[in-house]
């Protein structure tokens, strides 16, 4: 059983165009998260979500829109994509509260041309 | 401000050998939780340890050891008898109390060689 699936692994587009992605977690957790990494592995949150809510929004541009349909799926829209937005894209779920780790899903790998 | 400072951005050995990977971190908060993940070259996240501000014993599992000290603001990772299938990229990172997000560092890429 997959814990955090995201959809699709991978993700090649042009510039312009506007895409998503989709993650589901399976193991009841309340909060969940997008990460990206960058082409140097640098990862750094983008959105947290607790129970269909947003609590963090860590200076995203406005063309990243989450959204969290139920606490099992947040889903990850990007309008207008340019080529910095370029990078792994990683889902996480956790219990609610900052002792717990996270689990991550296996990210999707987004290119744009 | 919280940050993390993994300053050993690629430790290249060989089979067998023990290997210390460093975290450095900064935080303001009294409370706070550090965490190791490990990226293989496949690509996804794992986690391996966490660890709260209020315990520095040091922690052992099978050939990974752990040594916090608050004195020193430091979480170092030590694998013992690296394998080649401890190849991968670490993540040291950290999380404040009323922040549900992840802090990470840069990563340290290791590469075990036969």
């Known amino acids: 059983d997959t814990a955090v699936s995201q959809t699709p692994k991978y993700l090649v587009t042009q510039m312009g165009n506007d895409k998503s992605i989709k993650c589901e977690q399976n193991l009841g957790h309340d909060t969940m998260y997008w990460y990206k990494q960058d082409s140097k592995k640098f990862l750094k949150i983008m959105f947290s979500?607790?129970?269909?809510?947003?609590?963090i929004n860590e200076t995203v541009p406005n063309r990243f829109s989450p959204k969290s349909p139920d606490k099992a799926h947040l889903n990850l829209h990007i309008n207008s994509l340019e080529l910095g937005d370029s990078a792994v894209y990683f889902c996480a779920s956790s219990p609610t509260g900052t002792y717990y780790e996270q689990y991550f899903g296996p990210g999707t790998r987004l290119t744009v041309t | 401000a919280q940050k993390v400072t993994q300053a050993q951005t690629e430790i290249s050995v060989v089979e067998k050998e023990d290997v210390t990977l460093d975290c450095v971190y900064e935080?303001?908060?009294?409370?706070?939780?550090l965490f190791w993940y490990k990226q293989p070259p496949s690509g996804e996240l794992v986690f391996l340890i966490r660890r709260n501000s209020f315990d520095e014993q040091n922690e052992i599992s099978g050939r990974y050891s752990w040594n916090f000290q608050k004195s020193t603001s430091s979480f170092n990772f030590t694998i013992t008898a690296s394998q080649v299938v401890d190849s991968a990229v670490y993540f040291c990172a950290l999380s404040e109390t009323g922040f549900q997000k992840l802090v990470f560092g840069t990563g340290t890429r290791l590469l075990v060689s036969p």
């Open positions: 979500y607790n129970n269909k809510e947003l609590i």
């Open positions: 935080t303001r908060d009294t409370t706070y939780y």
